[in-house]
């Protein structure tokens, strides 16, 4: 049981062990608690828009899963998409989405966007966070050795910046723990809006 006299605590409404890792960055104690929902993309939606919808819905969906004594904390929850040329690029359905995705990022600039959702006292907050990301060039064997490695099966646009693909990565202009997956200024600001103790 969450001790109220000790860190801010949320509920994650998120399986990624990254943004674990980023919360407690900032000093917040989480309980992950993942929320399924529909991903799909709307017709004509942008990317921006479906980003937050979805961090949105997570949080909701989330929330319907408590307890009345557990809505006295609040949920957390967050989508990452990696955008080229408008298009959106989510997580790898398999080995050849992958590699589709990193022939395509390849040499590339594209954006990652990602949505925070804070809900708490029957309301919710969202924020996105938008970075661009210059890629360099890759080699197919590159490309090959990576798919091999499993890094790019849970991730957005097929690749992590926070493991090896991080070599590939000339520059980012934004947020790189957003890039990760939760951008920690941006979700600082929400939690600070809500009082929760942050710094
Ligand atoms: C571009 C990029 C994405 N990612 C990850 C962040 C997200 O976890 C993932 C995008 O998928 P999301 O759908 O945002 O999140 P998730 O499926 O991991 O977790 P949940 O839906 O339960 O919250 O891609 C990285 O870890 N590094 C990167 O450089």
């Known amino acids: 049981m969450h001790n109220p006299e000790s860190?801010?605590?949320?509920?994650l409404a998120s399986r990624s062990p990254r943004r674990v890792e980023l919360l407690s960055q900032l000093g917040v104690?989480?309980?992950?608690?993942?929320?399924d929902i529909d991903e799909t993309q709307f017709a004509g939606e942008s990317p921006e828009?479906?980003?937050?919808?979805?961090?949105?819905?997570?949080?909701?969906?989330?929330l319907q899963r408590l307890t009345i004594e557990q809505k006295a904390h609040p949920v957390l929850a967050a989508d990452t998409t990696v955008?080229?040329?408008?298009?959106?690029?989510?997580?790898?359905?398999?080995?050849?989405?992958?590699?589709?995705?990193?022939?395509?990022?390849?040499?590339?600039?594209?954006?990652?966007?990602?949505?925070?959702a804070l809900a708490f006292?029957?309301?919710?907050?969202?924020?996105?966070?938008?970075?661009?990301?210059?890629?360099?060039?890759?080699?197919?064997?590159?490309?090959?050795?990576y798919i091999t490695s499993g890094e790019p099966r849970d991730k957005a646009g097929s690749y992590g910046i926070q493991g090896k693909a991080g070599a590939w990565i000339k520059r980012?202009?934004?947020?790189?723990?957003?890039?990760?997956?939760?951008?920690?200024?941006?979700?600082a600001e929400l939690l600070r809006k809500a009082n929760l103790a942050v710094l």
């Open 7 to 11: 860190l801010p605590f949320v509920y």
């Open 49 to 62: 828009k479906y980003v937050t919808r979805l961090a949105r819905e997570k949080a909701q969906a989330c």
């Open 172 to 187: 980012i202009e934004g947020s790189y723990s957003g890039v990760m997956g939760l951008p920690v200024f941006e979700t």
């Open 29 to 35: 104690a989480c309980e992950p608690l993942p929320a």
């Open 83 to 116: 955008v080229l040329d408008g298009i959106v690029l989510g997580k790898p359905d398999d080995d050849i989405d992958a590699r589709n995705m990193l022939i395509a990022l390849s040499g590339s600039l594209h954006e990652v966007h990602t949505a925070v």
């Open 121 to 145: 006292n029957n309301q919710i907050d969202v924020v996105l966070s938008t970075t661009v990301v210059e890629m360099m060039t890759l080699t197919e064997e590159q490309i090959e050795r």
